[in-house]
């Protein structure tokens, strides 16, 4: 089936195989949903595919593809970690836009912080350990450090700067007030101390350091007091430094009662309310100074997997340590004395670059309790009801509609609700014998795992292979482990040294004189939370390929036999990433011999030199390649004479840009490609992953439509990347639309009967 893509103008035509593209362009993806076969008028896709990221200057920094892996010559890639700080400042973008709702930019702003936890929890030990060492081990060391620090702190100091002089100023012109204590009235200052002493005094330790009392374990990501005291204690003695550690139980933000605040919506931070109160707690002495912290630690856990007997009991005693790993950054307030931050400094063991001294919260994480404090829906986006989906029957004639055709579920356009449904009806169904399911990230409270107990219970096989290593959903896939097992669930745990981060659910019928299966694959996770926030595709077949391909998979999950060849399925750590090298070097080779040679892949992060070596390769020979990548990208575009025909963007909307897409085209062959994997070395080598072919033409499309020409065009909330690693806005048009923002007004409910239970 044609996709719309052509050449340049003035090039070879596209092959159409037949197909006849007659839809204006806008209407692709703005119009009414329709899922024929034409896509785009053929003048439109030459635009759409032809869009150029600037690339004024050729400068580039980090690791280099090995010698030869270009075609002989060598491209030096961008630092994976830079990219990782860049993708946040887009991110943040959403937070300075005017265009956006108040209590949504603070929640961008919000995200942004949440992102910087996870990336020092993660990310930032390497260089720290080499920066202690005072050694260089490969690409990290003391200027890896030093360089990653200056370009977070810059990004930090964005961040309390945009919140001190805009946001805050911002909410205040509506009445919305966090009231420091030097501006609280006599009424609300009583107020504050009712409340600290019934409510937060008893739940405080105030601990004066000396011999006898060393510095106490402090958490990962709490709130803490550092003081300075004058005076002796009860024994005479003067030891000058207290810590006081804050329950992570104490809500973060209160909102003062309309007795002492009759106008407007007025708020008291705890920080502020404990400041104010700290000489309460150290009754006889002279509070002198004091600071609030909070340390950041390494959090990412560490099992050796051949030397356990029982991984998941070995996680659950990991995840006992997890909070108090070694510290990576130190937070405090920006007034905080030289004396106090040293001391913390030399407490936690960190260099001078790992100290953030931020004006305002040390936490604004916690600070998104103000958006569910507020809840004003004017301040908000309009909520969105995603719509059943349209391929879908109602739940009770999906399988037999399965037996007809492939089916598509686009999230969270449309919802999740399609993913249970056909769980559902699965339980319900007498006639199914077996279920299997991977379990990578489900939540704590799932309905999907529910419906798996409820299979259990009704007599069917279930099988669940349950990623307990998903990192910071350990708690919740252990606990799933254990109650599915208890009700004799088969659970496994994959393959020793490996992630399961394939998303497949596999269901298993008697019809007939036989057994015939019915599968669905997903770019994204089993969550309907997050299948709420991010962008995903589920498909649903009951192609005896496909489904024997899945089948063969969760066996070599159970048993870890050798795989047999499948006939559809490329499997991670096996053939994936040769098989997309494959691909990649056929469009190159193509367009050497001068037929169309076509890339387009969508996905989170491209950071796997092999990959990015093999796309270098097939630029050089003249094949066009444009790549989606949302987060971390190692590939610099528009390098002269090595990746003038790749083009990168960026795209950032209201919903997280999760779909893992890829489009190759080699002369007249044309492939699309979804996968549960970005282009990252660990997904290729390290990780269970699949990607699966799409063959109904319609379907793919629908895709190439919705997921990779829609975010081409997109000229709202693109960014484009150059050579040296920064990011610029995309050309906006002044009537600019969103690739999401388009899909959202193709998918919005026309009547209420469409309409499915997620709503944000």
């Known amino acids: 089936m044609a996709s719309g893509f052509t050449r340049p103008a003035g090039g070879r035509a596209a092959r159409t195989n037949g197909m006849t593209a007659s839809r204006p362009c806008h209407e692709n993806v703005t119009g009414p949903f329709n899922t024929g ?150 009424a609300q200052r009583r107020w504050v101390r009712e409340h600290f002493a019934r409510e937060v005094r008893p739940l405080l330790i105030p601990v004066g350091l000396d011999p006898a009392h060393p510095f106490p374990q402090v958490a990962n990501k709490s709130l803490n007091f550092i003081v300075r005291l004058r005076g002796g204690d009860a024994f005479g003695r003067e030891n000058e430094i207290a810590i006081v550690k804050v329950p992570r139980a104490l809500q973060r933000v209160m909102r003062l009662p309309a007795k002492v605040a009759p106008s407007g919506t007025k708020f008291v931070s705890l920080s502020s309310i404990i400041r104010t109160h700290l000489a309460d707690l150290f009754p006889g002495r002279q509070v002198v100074e004091f600071s609030q912290f909070r340390v950041t630690r390494h959090s990412d856990l560490a099992v050796d997997e051949e030397d356990v007997r029982n991984l998941r009991t070995a996680l659950r005693q990991g995840l006992q340590h997890r909070h108090y790993g070694q510290a990576v950054r130190l937070e405090v307030s920006a007034g905080c004395s030289a004396f106090l931050a040293d001391f913390l400094q030399t407490q936690f063991a960190l260099p001078a670059a790992a100290l953030y001294r931020v004006h305002g919260p040390v936490n604004l994480v916690r600070l998104g309790q103000l958006v569910d404090l507020v809840n004003d829906p004017a301040l908000l986006f309009p909520a969105w009801r995603p719509a059943w989906p349209a391929q879908l029957p109602r739940p009770g004639g999906i399988l037999a509609r399965l037996r007809r055709r492939d089916l598509l579920i686009h999230q969270p356009f449309e919802s999740f609700d399609g993913v249970l449904g056909f769980l559902r009806e699965a339980v319900g169904d007498p006639q199914v014998l077996a279920i299997k399911q991977t379990i990578y990230r489900t939540g704590a409270d799932s309905e999907q795992m529910e419906l798996l107990r409820e299979a259990v219970r009704r007599g069917k096989e279930v099988m669940a292979v349950v990623e307990l290593k998903a990192r910071f959903d350990e708690e919740a896939n252990i606990n799933w482990a254990e109650a599915l097992e208890s009700i004799g669930a088969q659970v496994v745990y994959g393959v020793v040294g490996l992630k399961t981060h394939a998303k497949m659910l596999l269901v298993t019928r008697r019809e007939g004189g036989g057994l015939r299966r019915y599968g669905h694959l997903s770019t994204g996770n089993y969550n309907p939370r997050t299948a709420r926030l991010y962008t995903d595709l589920s498909y649903l077949t009951a192609d005896p390929h496909v489904t024997a391909d899945m089948d063969a998979v969760f066996d070599h999950l159970a048993n870890q036999n050798r795989v047999p060849r499948l006939k559809r399925l490329l499997l991670a750590p096996f053939d994936l990433q040769r098989r997309m090298i494959e691909k990649i070097d056929a469009a190159g080779l193509a367009a050497e011999r001068g037929q169309d040679g076509r890339i387009v892949a969508k996905m989170n992060a491209l950071t796997d030199e092999a990959l990015i070596a093999a796309l270098v390769r097939a630029a050089r020979r003249g094949a066009s390649v444009d790549l989606i990548v949302r987060g971390a990208c190692m590939l610099p575009a528009g390098v002269p004479g090595m990746t003038d025909n790749i083009r990168v963007r960026s795209v950032i909307g209201r919903f997280l840009e999760h779909t893992r897409v890829f489009y190759f085209r080699s002369g007249a062959q044309e492939d699309v490609y979804l996968s549960s994997a970005d282009w990252m070395n660990r997904n290729m080598l390290r990780r269970v992953e699949i990607a699966w072919p799409v063959t109904d033409g319609k379907l793919r499309q629908r895709i190439i439509d919705e997921c990779l020409v829609a975010y081409l065009h997109d000229d709202r909330d693109a960014w484009t990347l150059a050579s040296d690693g920064s990011y610029a806005r995309a050309p906006r048009a002044l009537d600019g639309h969103g690739a999401q923002g388009a899909l959202m007004a193709r998918y919005a409910p026309r009547t209420p009967a469409l309409r499915g239970a997620a709503d944000l």
């Open 37 to 186: 076969a034409s896509a785009l008028h053929p003048a439109c896709a030459m635009t759409s595919l032809l869009l150029h990221s600037p690339s004024d200057e050729h400068t580039a920094q980090g690791d280099g593809i090995p010698p030869g892996a270009a075609d002989g010559a060598s491209l030096v890639l961008l630092d994976r970690d830079h990219s990782i700080l860049a993708f946040n400042e887009r991110v943040l973008d959403w937070a300075v836009r005017e265009d956006v709702p108040l209590l949504e930019r603070l929640r961008y702003l919000c995200i942004v912080s949440s992102n910087l936890d996870e990336f020092f929890e993660v990310r930032a030990a390497a260089h720290l350990g080499a920066t202690q060492d005072g050694t260089a081990k490969g690409a990290y060391g003391v200027n890896s450090f030093e360089a990653l620090a200056l370009k977070a702190q810059a990004l930090v100091a964005r961040q309390y700067a945009l919140y001190n002089d805009s946001l805050m100023p911002a909410f205040a012109a509506l009445g919305i007030r966090i009231v420091p204590h030097g501006e609280r009235t006599a």
